[in-house]
């Protein structure tokens, strides 16, 4: 027993002596790297730390941990580690994140996320002195919340993505002293020495091409004393994330040494980056560049007259207040190219609150669908646009992400993720080309519900959405419905004439007391949530105009069949008879009880999604008081009080096109 004590305590000492230092200079293959994420090695033993996955972080650590501090004072030892790196944004002028070496206390960092928080914190615990993390970022996006200083710079971070101390990329010549820039997304392989001195408290980060050799004066210094920092034992690795742009982060080699330099890599000897595109490169160089340069000379000449002559085409207005949006605001200019124009070939939708385009950022090559809302008053516009904004910052893989935006006279353009496969009702009406299975019918349903619980209850603010109807739920290239359009309605709210309440919302989804009142709730949510749920299962609108003067309300047939204990005789004919019965009926009856017409009788999202997921069964819909005049009674109130506004000889293109109460009531106002 004493001596398998002996035996073990011997093995921990000889790995904890071994583990103050290692290098890496023929790839990570037999490593066991700790990899998290959508970190992974390539064949040949790099590590990437990112793929093309958007919003994912990824960390890569040495699997053991290093003693860091003098058990005698409890001072951090020196240390020191070099390592080689290689940042390639899929388009050249780009990129995604960057990436930071970091010292942490646990091996990856479970609570961070991605994007600008690079894998390492998150909103809350960013800067909090009780995360002892060391950080050097080589960070390629400038993030103003953090400070960033440009968007290619390195900085030290201790606990905070607010740089202690950070300076554009380079290096300082060994011969003549010069500062060289370097970019850090060139994709070129770069090598960067980080060392502490214990003695003088004192951190270098040193920055340099693979060819050249470890330059004499230090790129960036702090002085600090990591003891408070950082603890006992800590584990070394690299994190990184990824945003909307896909960029691949690359570490190459990597050496490491506590008390001492770290040994030297040799280049020659590092495993080969990926053949990325070489072939295509070599021809590039030959045919391609001259081509390219002409087209390009000439196109900018031809590009600068047609600016000349239409300067006022793109003018656009920037206020003050605004400069502090300044990653999220696009140039009208690059919306218009990017959209051709405005063409009307590149109209994706019309809907409640403007024509949708698709566009092709320039330059980037991003995808994007760009909304042109057209807005009268300049009151509440800042209010609005901060809102936005932090909207723009809500991330859900069932909201469609919002890129940022562009103000010009009456008119706000808003920049969105595209979406590939367009809006769910083209899917559910007229004879849809592709009819949806009932499964990929009732994943859509779970992940909306999953995405407007996170409006009401996921984020540091309530998000009345106010418009939740199929023509909203936007699906990705995996068929995911991603509700879009979130927050939009309330720049009616921010209306000119304070006394008319401008009702937001589309005729069947409003819920009764939100006709009333004019006031949006989650309770008005949960009932257009409920309108939408019907739609999906019964592939019908839920006011269908079925003759010039007959109109059937969905809820109501749906209500009439529940009564006839035959709720499934309500479902879509196309769904055939492949469907769970159970999940049909659940779905059905969850309409029903998101259509109660007293708000207090429906379930919260957060109980939706319970259902949903068959946490909790469904109360049962006999013992409300459920009734079929309770359900209509909102709409039968709509059509007393708004006679004008909802035109009753509705025609064919009208009802392709959702129309929304906002629509009528600001065209009749006009
Ligand atoms: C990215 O990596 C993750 C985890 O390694 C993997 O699940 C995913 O399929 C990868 N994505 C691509 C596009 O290669
Ligand atoms: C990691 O890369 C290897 C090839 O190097 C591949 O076989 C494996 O599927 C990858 N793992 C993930 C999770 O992507
Ligand atoms: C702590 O002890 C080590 C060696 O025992 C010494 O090198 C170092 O200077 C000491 N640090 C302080 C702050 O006293
Ligand atoms: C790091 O040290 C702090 C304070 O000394 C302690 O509260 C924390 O639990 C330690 N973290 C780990 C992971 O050991
Ligand atoms: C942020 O990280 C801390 C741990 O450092 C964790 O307790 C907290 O729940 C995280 N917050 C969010 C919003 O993820
Ligand atoms: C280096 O970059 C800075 C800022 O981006 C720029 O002002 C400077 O002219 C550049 N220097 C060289 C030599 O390219």
Not at 203 to 226: C, E, F, G, M, R
Not at 264 to 280: A, D
Not at 402 to 425: A, F, Q
Not at 640 to 655: N, R
Request: proline letters at 4%; glycine letters at 8%.
């Amino acid at each position: 027993m004493f001596l398998n004590l002996v035996l073990v305590f011997f093995l921990v000492t000889l790995v904890a002596s071994k583990d103050n230092s290692f290098i890496y200079n023929n790839g990570f293959q037999s490593s066991h790297l700790y990899l998290d994420g959508i970190a992974n090695l390539t064949s040949n033993g790099i590590i990437r730390l990112t793929n093309d996955t958007k919003q994912q972080k990824a960390h890569a650590f040495y699997p053991n941990p290093i003693v860091f501090k003098n058990t005698f004072n409890g001072s951090v030892s020196s240390f020191a580690t070099t390592f080689v790196f290689a940042i390639r944004p899929e388009y050249p002028t780009l990129s995604g994140h960057g990436i930071v070496f970091v010292v942490s206390p646990t091996k990856g960092l479970p609570y961070s996320i991605p994007s600008q928080y690079l894998g390492l914190f998150n909103q809350s615990n960013n800067g909090n002195t009780n995360n002892h993390v060391f950080g050097v970022e080589l960070d390629t996006i400038q993030s103003k919340e953090f400070n960033d200083i440009n968007d290619n710079h390195v900085g030290i971070d201790i606990n905070d993505l607010k740089s202690d101390n950070s300076t554009p990329a380079g290096y300082y010549d060994d011969n003549n002293g010069q500062f060289k820039n370097l970019s850090l997304y060139s994709g070129n392989p770069m090598q960067v020495w980080i060392e502490y001195d214990s003695e003088k408290t004192k951190i270098d980060v040193t920055l340099a091409p693979i060819n050249v050799v470890k330059p004499k004066k230090s790129l960036l210094s702090l002085t600090q004393d990591l003891s408070p920092i950082m603890n006992n034992s800590m584990y070394v690795g690299f994190s990184s994330a990824t945003g909307s742009v896909f960029t691949s982060h690359y570490v190459l080699g990597w050496s490491f040494k506590v008390n001492g330099q770290a040994q030297e890599l040799v280049i020659s000897q590092l495993p080969k980056l990926p053949r990325f595109g070489e072939k295509k490169e070599s021809k590039f160089l030959t045919v391609g560049l001259p081509l390219i340069l002409l087209s390009l000379v000439f196109m900018i000449t031809l590009g600068v007259i047609y600016f000349i002559k239409r300067k006022n085409k793109f003018a656009e207005i920037l206020e003050d207040w605004e400069h502090e949006y300044g990653p999220h605001r696009f140039k009208f200019k690059d919306l218009y190219f990017s959209t051709k124009g405005f063409k009307e070939k590149g109209l994706l939708g019309v809907g409640g609150f403007g024509r949708v385009y698709k566009g092709v950022m320039p330059g980037s090559k991003l995808e994007v669908a760009v909304k042109r809302v057209s807005h009268e008053s300049r009151q509440g516009m800042r209010e609005f646009v901060s809102e936005i904004v932090s909207i723009g910052r809500l991330r859900h893989r069932n909201l469609v992400p919002l890129l940022g935006y562009c103000r010009r006279k009456g008119e706000l353009l808003l920049v969105y993720d595209y979406m590939p496969n367009g809006s769910l009702d083209n899917f559910l009406y007229n004879q849809p080309k592709v009819s949806l299975n009932w499964h990929q019918r009732f994943k859509i349903i779970k992940g909306v519900a999953s995405g407007l619980f996170y409006l009401h209850e996921g984020w540091e603010q309530v998000v009345i959405h106010r418009d939740i109807k199929a023509s909203n739920v936007l699906l990705d290239a995996e068929m995911n419905g991603r509700l879009g359009d979130f927050g939009l309605a309330r720049l009616y709210d921010h209306g000119a004439d304070p006394h008319t309440t401008h009702l937001v919302g589309t005729v069947g989804y409003l819920a009764p007391e939100h006709t009333r009142t004019g006031k949006a709730t989650k309770f008005t949510d949960v009932f257009a949530f409920g309108a939408f749920l019907l739609e999906v299962v019964c592939g019908k609108r839920p006011i269908d105009h079925v003759a010039e003067n007959e109109t059937v309300i969905l809820v109501d047939s749906v209500f009439e069949c529940w009564k006839r204990g035959e709720i499934l005789e309500a479902k879509d004919i196309n769904l055939g008879s492949d469907y769970e019965s159970e999940e049909v009926e659940l779905v059905l009856k969850l309409g029903l009880l998101c259509s109660h017409s007293e708000p207090m009788a429906r379930p919260s999202m957060r109980q939706v999604v319970q259902y949903l997921e068959r946490d909790i069964p469904v109360p049962d819909l006999s013992l409300l008081s459920l009734s079929s005049s309770g359900l209509t009674f909102g709409y039968q109130e709509f059509f007393e009080d708004f006679p004008m506004s909802y035109p009753s000889s509705m025609d064919k293109t009208m009802s392709h096109t959702s129309v929304s109460i906002a629509d009528s009531l600001l065209s009749g106002g006009r």
